[in-house]
Nanobody, 123 residues
């Protein structure tokens, strides 16, 4: 199956920045895009962003647009999520996953959720 390993989370003050990494294996970015999701305790998992593919533009949730940027390094099979101007409501466990191009729909037949990486925004 596909595998992803998230890293880069940590504790940051409001207004600060973090860069998350998603190292992928078992599939290519031509087959699937990478989506980023986050979940806080007691809340539903939320789609944050997905990578561009061909004529399909990258996606950002309204809550993060203008603050987050997604970047693919195809040669390294790695996707980054640059998070700037972080807010306390950005706190949560961040996961990446293969998604169908232009969607936040998980390619569930090839993927199982991993532990993700914790992002905490607090003063």
């Amino acid at each position: 199956e596909a595998q992803v390993v998230e890293s880069g989370g940590g504790l940051v003050q409001p207004g600060g920045s973090l860069r998350l990494s998603c190292a992928a294996s078992g599939f290519t970015f031509d087959e699937y895009s990478i989506g980023w999701f986050r979940q806080a305790p007691g809340k539903e998992r939320e789609g944050v962003s997905y990578t561009s593919s061909g004529d399909i533009s990258a996606y950002y949730a309204a809550s993060v647009k203008g603050r987050f940027t997604i970047l693919s390094d195809n040669a390294k099979n790695t996707v980054y999520l640059q998070m700037n101007s972080l807010k306390p409501e950005d706190t949560g466990v961040y996961h990446c996953a293969p998604v169908y191009h232009g969607t936040l729909v998980i390619a569930s037949s090839i993927f199982d959720w991993g532990p993700g990486t914790q992002v905490t925004v607090s003063s």
